[in-house]
């Protein structure tokens, strides 16, 4: 009888007292749901954000409306491979052959996203150790249909402000320099002005920020060549997302 369990027992009580040091649950029990996937999760990685969902949400709107038959994905800062993982999933289920890369700096954050993409037996995304494009294969540059990315974009001046349970998630995921005269922009901004080069002339990028970046994530935008670029808001109502687009 599992009640009588010495182990079950000896397991629930070191998670309790996990918790009640405050670990968020997420950590504790090693797995969270995203979408419709059910994600590994550890320490190494940020814990999935429900307005992370929306930014995949936006992603399926935006290739279906081009023709993308075998769209070339990149997410940018993968961490759990979240975005990506679930992305890939999704476009699967509708038929859709699409290959992506899943980038980020850390090679710890990109053993948890591998381990997650082979519970989906995503065979069609390749890992790549790069602080954004730095490393990337240059012979790629052009070819993405679909470049999204959640870098960090807390100001380290909030970092005193944000809840208890970020402590226990890695800061390089979390917090960025200031821009441009923005708080925590910086990841953002670099995201941003880099990567043109590396869309298709169809190619759309699709970035999370904070919510008080929209107007300087728009503004970036348009100066670093998209002839297109808006907020969209996330379900509260907050500028959450810049889609940029018709790069030059």
Request: aromatic residues 8%; contains cysteine.
């Amino acid at each position: 009888f599992i009640a009588d369990d010495p182990d079950f027992t000896s397991a629930v009580m070191v998670a309790a007292e996990r918790r009640l040091a405050g670990e968020p649950l997420q950590y504790i029990l090693g797995h969270w749901p995203f979408r419709h996937c059910d994600l590994d999760v550890d320490a190494r990685v940020l814990i999935p954000r429900p307005e992370t969902e929306e930014l995949v949400d936006i992603a399926l709107r935006e290739m279906a409306r081009g023709d993308r038959g075998a769209p070339m994905i990149a997410d940018l800062g993968t961490g759990s491979g979240a975005i990506v993982v679930s992305l890939l999933s999704e476009l699967t289920e509708r038929g859709v052959q699409a290959s992506a890369i899943a980038v980020d700096i850390s090679d710890d954050a990109l053993a948890v996203a591998r381990r997650s993409a082979r519970k989906y037996h995503l065979t069609n995304v390749s890992f790549v150790q790069s602080s954004w494009w730095r490393e990337v294969n240059p012979d790629l540059r052009g070819r993405f249909d679909v470049v999204m990315a959640n870098p960090p974009y807390i100001g380290r001046d909030e970092q005193p402000l944000t809840d208890s349970e970020l402590s226990f998630e890695p800061s390089s995921a979390l917090f960025a320099d200031d821009a441009r005269g923005t708080s925590g922009f910086a990841e953002v901004a670099d995201i941003i002005a880099t990567t043109g080069p590396w869309l298709s002339p169809s190619g759309v990028l699709i970035v999370e920020h904070g919510f008080r970046q929209g107007p300087a994530a728009v503004d970036l935008a348009h100066a670093s060549g998209f002839a297109s670029a808006v907020t969209v808001t996330d379900l509260a109502g907050h500028d959450r997302f810049v889609v940029a687009k018709e790069w030059s």
